[in-house]
């Protein structure tokens, strides 16, 4: 199991953001070194990949809880993306302003990080919250998200959209850099082509994203 996170030259790297690498844990009686954690178990707390991730706090109800099925899945990319709203339920916003978030691509879903300063410029996961903020699943009532991308391949290689037929919304990312965009690009193809499990219904209807 791993995450692989997309730094800003767009390289990846692994593990997870919480799991940072150990020198050997010693005992505290005779410093004898302990047996080593087994391999391919780390501890995630931006979600747990193995456990069903109950997202509370994530729509407009906060007395309601958001249920997610993760089981199973691996978190595919993650990194420091800007998103910007092009088309909200059939109209252009008035301002359309990019926003800045950490990003994970979780098996059917998109989950956002707000960053810990709205200053910062910050690209690394520790300049990011570790609560999560917002949940886009890739599949829902109206069918699944359309992936276009590069946006333009001339002149913004960087950017890619998702748009969402069925609520005729679309939203524009763009990456730090165009190798970190094509990651992107070829784990949402991958993704979107797959069997992925649709989320509750509550969830649709529950989530705000903006």
């Given at each position: 199991m791993r995450c692989d996170s997309v730094n800003s030259l767009g390289s990846h790297e692994p593990g997870c953001p919480s799991a940072q690498g150990s020198q050997g844990s010693r005992h505290l009686l005779d410093d004898?070194?302990?047996d080593p954690p087994q391999p391919g178990h780390h501890e995630c707390t931006s979600p747990?990949?193995?456990?069903t991730r109950t997202w509370s706090g994530l729509s407009s109800d906060s007395?309601?809880?958001?249920?997610?099925?993760?089981s199973g899945e691996e978190c595919g990319v993650q990194g420091p993306l800007r998103r910007k709203t092009v088309i909200k339920d059939g109209r252009r916003p008035a301002v359309a302003a990019w926003h800045r978030y950490w990003v994970q691509l979780w098996g059917g879903a998109l989950v956002y990080y707000h960053p810990k300063s709205l200053t910062s410029r910050g690209q690394e996961r520790a300049d990011f919250k570790t609560s999560p903020c917002k949940l886009q699943p890739l599949i829902g009532p109206g069918g699944k998200l359309v992936l276009v991308g590069p946006h333009d391949a001339q002149s913004q290689p960087d950017v890619f959209q998702l748009s969402d037929p069925a609520k005729a919304t679309i939203y524009k990312f763009r990456a730090p850099s165009v190798s970190a965009a094509k990651s992107w690009i070829t784990n949402l193809q991958q993704a979107l082509s797959e069997n992925i499990q649709r989320?509750?219904?509550m969830l649709e209807n529950l989530m705000t994203f903006e």
């Open positions: 004898s070194e302990l747990p990949h193995t456990l007395d309601t809880e958001v249920v997610f099925e993760v989320p509750p219904e």
